[in-house]
C-alpha cells in the first residue's frame, strides 16, 4: 500500500535513494544539502539500507569517490549544493565524457561571492555543459519521483549517463510537503538491478579514462554528444514506464492553463508553483496567460518546447541568476531555441529570486506585467529585474 | 592508427577492452644504440633482465637473456649493470 | 613451473608483465622500472587507480593501453578518493552477492605531484577512512611528465624550470616534503620506501603492504634520467647512490615502529650523488657541504627513530 508522509524534499530524495537500494554514497554536506548526507547515514547506521557510506573530505572527492564505485558497477548515488557543485567542477565533466551513471541531487544554492547558503539557479547554470541529464523538480514528490526515474534512465545500457536533480535550496530542500510514497515492491519492478558492461575487473582487464591525443580528442567528443542526444528516447520511455507503474507522467515541458494563451510565461523549478497562482488568477480574469514550466534542461527539449510555444505572442522568461555580461541564461538559450522558427513569439526575460530572495504573487504579477510592456514598448534598463532595489535605467552603452 | 577511427568507432566512455594492445608500438625505432651479448662472457644472472624498464630482454634459447630489438630503446642500463661486462653497446648504423 | 620465473639464488620472480612493452617512457626510466617491479609482486588480482602523469600518459594513449590488469584514470588529483569508491564499490557489492567475493587488491598509484601536492587531501582522507588500499607513490622529484616542473618533493638545491637555479637562486630553495612522516602520521599499519635498484627489497615491500588489511603506503624514489639530467644508463646506479649516501634511506614504519632496511656502517658523501647529476651541477663546494649537513641531520634523526624501537 502507497503512503502519504510528510517529507521535507531532501529526506524524499534520500527516501528514493534507499527505496532504489543504491550501493555507494559519497557525499559531502554542505548547507542546504546536508539533510541529505544525514538522512541517508542514520539510514545506514539503522540497517535501514544496505550500503557503502563514504564520509569524504570534499565535494571533490565525493564525486571521485563516486566515479571508482561506478566503475567498478555499484549503483552510486551524491548530492551538492552551490559552492560543492563548483568545487567538483572538473570532475562532473569526467563522469560524463566517461559513461558513468551517477545520480545526484544538487539543492540549488547561489554562488559565492558574497557567500550565501541560500537558494538560486547559479550553481545549476555554471554546469549547462557538463553532459550530464538534468531535470528541475518543483516540489517534493518530483524530488523522490524524478530520482528513482534518475536510475532508470542514467543506468540503461544505452543511456550510461550521469543524472543531475535540481531541487531549491530551502524552498524545496527544507520545506515539508507531503509526498506519495510507493511500494517497495512497485519500485523493485520498476527500477532493474544496475549492471554496468565494462566493469573493472580482474578477470577481463580494462582501461578506463586512456587520454585522448588530438587525433581523436574530437571523434570521442563527438561520440559523446550523440550518446547524450540520443537519451532522449530513454528519457522519455522511463517517463512512460514510471507512470505506467506509479500513475504519474511526466513530461520533458510542463504546460499549464496553455490553451490558446497568448501570452505564456516561463518558469523553472519550484518558484513555478507559486505562479500558477498567479497564472490563474489572470485567467480568472479573462485573461488567455498559460505557464509552461521546463522540467527537462538538459538533454533540451527543443521539439516539445517549440511545439509548445509556437501559437503565443509573447513569451516571458524568469530567470534566477545573472549570466555576467549576457543576461539571464534560461532566456538566452530560450530565444536561441526558437530563432529559426515560423511563427514565434516574442521573447523576453527578467531576473529575479537572487540568493534565496522570495518571489510572492504579486512579483510574478509584476513579471508578467512588465514582460508584456517589454515586449511592446521594448526596454531602456541594462537589466529587467523583479524585486531588487534600485534603478536599472541609465545603466551600461 | 587513432587517425583512421570514426565517432562510430569510438567505445562507450572510450574505454579501451582490449589489454596491452599498445604493444604494436615498435620502441625499437628510438635507439641509436643497441646492446650486443657476449655469449661466451655471460653468466645468465638475470640482471639485465630484471633491470630492463622496458621488459625488453626476454629469456632466449640456453639460458641466456637477450634484447628483443623490436622493443629495446636502446638505454644502455643492461650493459652498465653487468656484472660479466658481457653486453656491449654498439651504435646502430644509418639505414 | 620453471619457465614462468627467473630464479635469483632463493627468489623466484614471476616472467608475467603486466604492462606491456611498447609503452612510452623515456628510455632508462626508473620509473617504469619500478613500476615494472611493483607489477610483478602484486599480481593480476588488482584493481588499479592512476594519477595523471608520466605512468597514465606513457601507458594510455587511445586507443590503445599497455595495461593488461584492470586500470582506471581519471584526475590528477583525486586518485586516493576514486580508490576509496572502488574500494568501498567492491566491497559492497561483494556483501550484497552482486559480484562474486574473492580477493582484488585495491592499488592507487601517483607520482610525487600527485601524492605531495595536489593530491595531498584526497590521500589523507583515504587514510583517514582506513580504506583497505595500496598507495604507490612514484617520486621522481617534479612534476616530470609535462616537463620538469618542481613539486614539494623537489630536494634542496635542484633545479627545475619552476625553480630554476639562476643568478639570484640555488634552485628549490624549500626542503622536501617527508611524505613518509605524513602517511605515517595518520597511524596507518604499514609505510615504507623503496628503490628499484633494491629490486627485492621493492618487490617485497609492494607485496607486504598490498597484504595489509588497512591502508599502506609505499614511497618509491624514480630516477628520472630526463629530469635529473644524467646517461640513461646510470639509472640503477644513481638509485644505489641516493640509498647508500642516505639522501634516501630504506626504511619501514610497522604500525608505528621504524626499521632501517639498509644502514651502511659509513654513508658515502653526497656529491657522489649529486655530481652525477645535472640538476645538481650549479652547486657550488659549500652549497653541496650544505647539503650534506642537511641529509647528516635527517639521517640522524630517523636514526633516532629507529633506536626508539630497539630488535
Known amino acids: 500500500m502507497s503512503r502519504r508522509v510528510a517529507l521535507e524534499a531532501s529526506h524524499a530524495a534520500a527516501e528514493a535513494a534507499r527505496m532504489a537500494d543504491v550501493d555507494v554514497i559519497s557525499a559531502y ?38 566515479l571508482g564505485a561506478a566503475a567498478v558497477g555499484a549503483r552510486t548515488f551524491t548530492a551538492t549544493a552551490g559552492q560543492g557543485l563548483e568545487l567538483m567542477h572538473e570532475v562532473v565533466y569526467v563522469a560524463s565524457s566517461m559513461r558513468y551513471p551517477i545520480v545526484m541531487t544538487v539543492c540549488n544554492r547561489a554562488l559565492s561571492a558574497p557567500l550565501s547558503v541560500w537558494g538560486d539557479h547559479s550553481d545549476a547554470m555554471a554546469v549547462r555543459d557538463i553532459g550530464w541529464i538534468q531535470v528541475f523538480c518543483q516540489n517534493n514528490q ?178 534566477r541568476c545573472i549570466s555576467p555580461g549576457m543576461g539571464g541564461p534560461v532566456f538566452s538559450e530560450v530565444r536561441s531555441a526558437l530563432y529559426d522558427e515560423e511563427p514565434r513569439p516574442k521573447v523576453v526575460g527578467l531576473i529575479g529570486g537572487l540568493g534565496g530572495r522570495d518571489m510572492s504573487e504579486k512579483d510574478f504579477d509584476y513579471v508578467i506585467s512588465r514582460g508584456g510592456e517589454i515586449a511592446e514598448k521594448g526596454s531602456e534598463k541594462m537589466l529587467e529585474t523583479v524585486g531588487i532595489r534600485g534603478e536599472m535605467v541609465g545603466i551600461g552603452e | ?72 630503446k636502446g638505454c644502455g642500463i643492461c650493459a652498465r649493470i653487468c656484472p660479466a661486462e658481457a653486453i656491449m653497446m654498439m651504435e646502430e648504423e644509418e639505414k | 613451473m620453471e619457465e614462468k620465473f627467473v630464479r635469483f639464488g632463493k627468489n623466484l620472480v614471476t616472467t608475467d608483465e603486466y ?73 559492497i557489492l561483494m556483501e550484497k552477492g552482486r559480484i562474486p567475493e574473492r580477493d582484488i587488491k585495491c592499488v592507487a598509484i601517483g607520482g610525487d605531484g600527485a601524492t605531495s601536492d595536489i593530491g595531498l587531501q584526497a590521500l589523507s582522507g583515504a587514510f583517514e577512512r582506513n580504506h583497505n588500499f595500496l598507495y604507490l607513490c612514484f617520486d621522481n622529484e617534479a612534476y616530470m611528465n609535462t616537463g620538469i616542473q618542481r613539486s614539494s618533493a623537489t630536494p634542496y638545491g635542484a633545479s627545475t624550470t619552476t625553480a630554476p637555479a639562476g643568478k639570484f637562486s640555488i634552485g628549490q630553495v624549500t626542503r622536501k616534503k617527508n611524505m613518509v612522516a605524513i602517511a605515517a602520521a595518520h597511524n596507518i599499519p604499514y609505510v615504507a620506501t623503496a628503490c628499484p635498484s633494491y629490486r627485492f627489497d621493492l618487490m617485497k615491500k609492494v607485496r607486504k603492504g598490498a597484504g595489509i588489511k588497512g591502508p599502506a603506503y609505499v ?44 644502514d651502511p656502517p659509513k654513508l658515502k658523501p653526497i656529491g657522489e650523488y649529486l655530481k652525477l647529476q645535472g640538476r645538481y651541477r650549479h652547486l657550488t663546494g659549500e652549497q653541496v657541504q650544505i647539503i650534506q649537513e642537511m641529509v647528516n641531520g635527517d639521517y640522524a634523526a630517523l636514526k633516532e627513530k629507529v633506536a626508539a624501537f630497539p630488535i
Open chain 3, 19 to 91: 604492462l606491456a612493452a611498447g609503452h612510452s617512457f623515456c628510455i632508462g626510466c626508473g620509473e617504469v622500472l619500478a613500476l615494472r617491479l611493483a607489477c610483478k609482486a602484486l599480481g593480476k588480482k588488482v584493481i588499479i587507480a592512476n594519477a595523471t602523469g608520466c605512468i597514465e600518459i606513457c601507458t594510455s594513449p587511445l586507443p590503445v593501453t599497455s595495461w593488461q590488469v584492470p586500470w582506471i584514470h581519471t584526475l590528477f588529483e583525486n586518485t586516493a578518493a576514486e580508490i576509496s569508491g572502488v574500494e568501498a564499490g567492491l566491497k
Open chain 1, 29 to 66: 554536506p554542505i548547507t542546504p544539502q546536508t539533510h541529505i548526507p544525514e538522512r541517508l547515514a542514520e539510514m545506514v547506521a539503522d540497517g535501514e539500507l544496505n550500503a557503502a557510506y563514504i564520509p569524504v573530505e570534499s565535494e571533490h572527492s565525493a564525486l571521485s569517490a563516486c
Open chain 3, 219 to 262: 614511497h618509491i624514489l624514480s630516477p628520472c634520467p630526463t629530469g635529473w639530467r644524467y646517461g640513461s644508463n646510470l639509472t640503477i646506479e644513481i638509485g644505489q647512490l641516493a640509498v647508500q649516501t642516505g639522501i634516501f634511506p630504506l626504511y619501514e614504519i610497522e604500525n608505528g615502529r621504524y626499521r632501517l632496511n639498509a
Open chain 1, 142 to 319: 518530483e524530488a523522490f519521483d524524478l530520482t528513482l526515474w534518475a536510475f532508470r534512465v542514467g543506468e540503461d545500457p544505452k543511456v550510461l549517463l550521469p543524472v543531475m536533480i535540481h531541487i531549491d535550496g530551502f524552498h524545496l530542500s527544507h520545506v515539508t510537503e507531503p509526498v506519495i510514497l510507493p511500494e517497495q515492491e512497485e519500485v523493485d519492478r520498476f527500477l532493474p538491478r544496475f549492471h554496468y558492461p565494462f566493469a573493472l575487473d580482474p578477470n577481463r582487464p580494462m582501461t578506463h579514462g586512456a587520454f585522448g591525443p588530438p587525433e581523436i580528442y574530437s571523434e570521442a567528443k563527438l561520440a559523446q554528444e550523440v550518446a547524450f542526444r540520443n537519451s532522449k528516447a530513454v528519457i522519455l520511455q522511463g517517463w512512460r514506464e514510471f507512470g505506467d507503474i506509479f500513475g504519474l507522467y511526466y513530461h520533458p515541458v510542463e504546460e499549464y492553463r496553455t490553451e490558446n494563451a497568448e501570452t505564456l510565461f516561463l518558469t523553472m523549478g519550484s518558484f513555478t508553483e507559486t505562479a500558477k497562482i498567479v497564472i490563474d488568477a489572470r485567467r480568472g480574469k479573462g485573461e488567455a496567460i498559460g505557464l509552461i514550466s521546463l522540467r527537462l534542461w538538459r538533454p533540451f527539449p527543443f521539439e516539445e518546447f517549440r511545439r509548445i510555444v509556437k501559437d503565443a505572442k509573447i513569451l516571458i522568461v524568469f530567470d
Open chain 2, 1 to 72: 592508427m587513432a587517425d583512421k577511427l570514426t565517432w562510430k568507432d569510438m567505445q562507450v566512455g572510450n574505454i579501451v577492452t582490449e589489454a596491452g594492445s599498445a604493444s604494436f608500438r615498435r620502441t625499437g625505432d628510438w635507439r641509436t644504440e643497441r646492446p650486443i651479448l657476449d655469449k661466451e662472457k655471460c653468466i645468465k644472472c638475470a640482471l639485465c633482465w630484471i633491470y630492463c624498464p622496458d621488459a625488453a630482454i626476454k629469456p632466449s634459447e640456453g639460458g641466456y637473456y637477450e634484447a628483443d630489438l623490436y622493443y629495446c
